[in-house]
């Protein structure tokens, strides 16, 4: 998903349209990297598991797909999970809402700290 998407414009439409989560079988390099900057959870799935779900969807439109990325997971409606894997500093930024800027600025107090100490 997201091939020749290298631009985060692919990325901010999907979040403008309320998307918090894209499932696939796999995702582009820089769409995954762009997706996790900005909010957007990228999961890959087996494509036989994709499948099925766009196959439930189509039939019935108001189907429900519990992702938790607490313990990631995808709850399929049969209760079926399915686990994805995640880099665990992205897990991190995102269950906090925080992008790279806000990250930094989290360690605003230990930068200072460092740049005070003496140089020899």
């Not at 995702?27 to 766009?54: C, Q, R, W």
């Not at 992702?67 to 930024?93: A, N, S, W, Y």
Request: with cysteine.
């Amino acid at each position: 998903f997201g091939s020749g998407s290298s631009r985060e414009h692919a990325v901010w439409a999907l979040t403008d349209y309320g998307f918090k989560t894209v499932i696939a079988p796999s995702h582009a390099d820089i769409f995954y990297n762009n997706s996790l900057k900005n909010g957007l959870l990228p999961v890959a799935l087996p494509e036989e598991t994709v499948n099925m779900l766009l196959d439930l969807v189509e039939e019935e439109p108001e189907t429900q797909i519990a992702v938790d990325l607490e313990t990631q997971t995808v709850t399929l409606p049969d209760g079926q999970q399915q686990h994805f894997d995640i880099d665990p500093f992205r897990k991190m930024c995102l269950l906090q809402g925080m992008d790279d800027l806000g990250y930094i600025l989290s360690k605003e107090a230990a930068i200072e700290q460092y740049e005070a100490e003496p140089v020899y």
